[in-house]
């Protein structure tokens, strides 16, 4: 099956440090992947749409100079929290579908971000 | 109106129990319908793709109403390790754009 796998599970950092995060498709070409965010108890969040080859689609009220957002292959999107504050703190979870039909979407592992 | 409801739970069951979710969408130009599973502190995992002819995999059946734009998880002999969130998924047609709902929580208790 389609698997994705996400880097790193989890990181601790200082506030006002960046944090990249690496989604990739082992298995599949993905042209198109998600990232969301999840705080504890609530529904996952769509950030934004990663787009290989073009500029990432965000979702309203995500600032996109503070989630940069590059998908350079067609394997790999990353998420950078940039200036990291104690509220970014939240699981980020990154997803990608083998085409635009009826497959599934299939999830990274999650990283757990934990902004001190 | 959110583009895909669910019941809101959280459902508390004893072992054993038939439980019901129902989930329902508001886009009639929904094309796939899934139910994952999210354990607390984890990624969604697929459990199931719902068809229109209804499916059922073990102890799980789902059905998909496209009249009604309703879509329903059955877990018959429920077990403890069936605690987790729930969530209904609809993806649209013509592209990549997936919409989830909130999710229902379940405890199965002995």
């Known amino acids: 099956g389609a698997v994705v796998s996400q880097h790193p599970s989890w990181v601790i950092c200082k506030s006002g440090t960046s944090v990249k995060i690496e989604c990739r498709s082992l298995?599949?070409?993905?042209?198109?992947m998600f990232w969301y965010r999840q705080f504890p108890k609530q529904s996952l969040m769509l950030m934004a749409t990663?787009?290989?080859?073009?500029?990432?689609?965000?979702e309203q009220g995500v600032e996109k100079d503070k989630f940069l957002i590059n998908h350079a292959s067609l394997t790999l999107s990353t998420l950078t929290v940039t200036s990291a504050h104690p509220e970014d703190s939240s699981f980020y979870i990154c997803?990608?579908?083998?085409?635009?039909?009826?497959?599934?979407?299939?999830f990274g592992n999650g990283t757990r971000l934990t902004v001190t | 109106r959110k583009e895909v409801e669910q019941d809101p739970g959280p459902f508390n069951v004893p072992e054993g129990a038939t439980v019901a979710f129902n989930c329902t969408y508001s886009?009639?130009?929904?094309?796939?319908f899934f139910w994952y599973r999210q354990d607390c502190r984890k990624e969604p995992k697929l459990l199931m793709s719902?068809?229109?002819s209804g499916n059922e995999d073990g102890r799980f059946t789902a059905q998909l109403n496209r009249a009604s734009q309703y879509i329903s998880l059955l877990i018959r002999d429920s077990k403890l390790s069936d605690s987790a969130t729930y969530l209904c998924?609809?993806?649209?047609?013509?592209?990549?754009?997936?919409?989830f709902g909130a999710g229902t929580r379940l405890f199965v208790k002995a």
């Open positions: 298995d599949f070409q993905a042209t198109t």
């Open positions: 990663s787009n290989e080859g073009s500029k990432a689609t965000y």
């Open positions: 719902v068809y229109s």
């Open positions: 998924v609809v993806k649209m047609g013509g592209g990549f754009k997936t919409i």
């Open positions: 997803s990608a579908s083998v085409n635009e039909g009826h497959s599934p979407l299939h």
């Open positions: 886009n009639s130009a929904s094309q796939s």
